[in-house]
């Protein structure tokens, strides 16, 4: 008897009518697992497209308002390295080039400087001669002598060089041995090209160790030589 009248209970229990429900965009929903699924399912139905907006506009904004914030300082924060990276890099290279030509300008500076400082003697021996070879008494020789020597050179070799046409004519110092040479420097052209044109006739002993050339600067001979 009390078995039946179970049976009954539970056979009332699941005809028992369950509300419909109904979440957006399904069918309604039936069901016959009791009230208490009904219970936990029933704040579903209640569920529409406004408050599902809200609510999930309420939680991206949440997260906006924390993520946003952290998102912009971690971006700020990689362009300002990523500006100072790329100025720092701009700055060596403009650097290395502005060192590059300030070196190219020295240099160019210099050597413009030795050039025209190579001219300018060049300029100032061009009227001299060099004669190397000539024999020298002991000790100091006035310039008198050493020009008169010079003028017996011309002579012999048919130069035809007078005493006006020497502007001065010394000897050198030197560290070598034998004799010091001599420079010339001449009032006329002309005389210094009669000398070193007849310079080839100095072919007889004691003479012939004679050596007539034109006065070089340093930098010339070592590029002769």
Known sequence: MDRESNNESVAQDDNVQMPDLKLHGQTPITTNSGKRLCSELSPLAEINDDALLKRIESMIEKSMATLLPKFVAELKLSLENSVKTLIDEHFKAFKSEMKEEIEQSERHNTLRVKCESEMLESYNRR????????????????????????????????????????????????????????????????????????????????????RVYEDLTTARMRFLN
């Not at 070879?133 to 050179?153: C, F, I, Q, R, W």
Request: cysteine-free; charged content about 30%.
């Open 127 to 210: 009227e001299n001669l060099r004669i190397v070879g000539m024999a020298s008494g002991d000790g100091y020789e006035a310039n008198e002598t050493t020009e008169a020597k010079v003028l017996e050179l011309a002579k012999k070799i048919d130069a035809n060089v007078v005493s006006s046409d020497i502007s001065i004519a010394h000897r050198l110092p030197s560290k070598k041995p034998g004799p010091k040479p001599i420079i010339v420097r001449f009032a006329r052209r002309i005389a210094k090209i009669n000398l070193l044109r007849n310079k080839k006739k100095l072919q007889e002993p004691g003479w012939n160790q004679i």
